[in-house]
């Protein structure tokens, strides 16, 4: 868990060194969901940073929800737990629901797993746009989603930089206009 709060500080350091470098207020980087908004507003998509700025604390309260009710029906119902006599099944506890609870319960980890899932394709597809803004591989866009904090880490040193759509050093000597 530590190492996982350390690989996020350097995520969110190096992002506001990004930020910086592009003239725009670092302390951005370090508000959850606008950080989102404004890297789409990088990319000069500002709808897809608004989807992703939605998507990324529904991840987090749809998560909250699930365990809530998953809390519930422990705490509801945790008096009719039974374990089955077959010993192949003996590691497995069984608690006794009603049909209706057990089908917002389930419903709860579909919800969850929805919203996951447009929250990475929101996500890959702004990581897709910002490195073919910046000229480099598609391989840059698995990286960010297996090991974010390398792309971050190299984006924040990297010394050219791209606003409106041109492409500058970070000394903003104009190389070329980007796609």
């Known amino acids: 868990m530590i190492i996982l709060l350390i690989l996020l500080a350097i995520c969110a350091i190096a992002r506001g060194t990004m ?16 950080n989102k908004y404004i890297f789409g ?5 500002k709808k897809l940073g608004i989807i992703n700025a939605i998507l ?4 987090y309260v749809v998560l909250a929800v699930g365990l809530g009710i998953e809390l519930w029906i422990i705490n509801n119902y945790g008096t009719n737990v ?29 919800a969850l797993i929805a919203v996951c899932i447009a929250a990475a394709i929101a996500w890959v ?9 910046h000229k480099k591989s598609t391989l840059w866009c ?14 924040a040193i990297s010394n050219d930089v791209v606003i409106d759509g041109k492409y500058y050093t ?10």
């Open 125 to 133: 597809i702004m990581t897709y746009k910002f490195v073919k803004l």
């Open 41 to 45: 507003k990088m990319i000069n998509e």
């Open 56 to 59: 990324q604390p529904l991840v």
């Open 82 to 110: 039974y374990v089955p006599n077959d010993p192949a099944l003996d590691a497995n506890i069984y608690v006794e629901v009603p049909k209706k609870i057990a089908y917002i319960a389930v419903s709860s980890k579909y």
């Open 19 to 34: 930020f910086k470098k592009r003239d725009i207020k670092r302390w951005y980087a370090f508000v959850p969901g606008y």
């Open 142 to 155: 698995i990286l960010w989603i297996l090991m974010p904090v390398i792309p971050y880490c190299y984006f």
């Open 170 to 179: 970070t000394e903003r000597v104009l190389k070329e206009n980007a796609k």
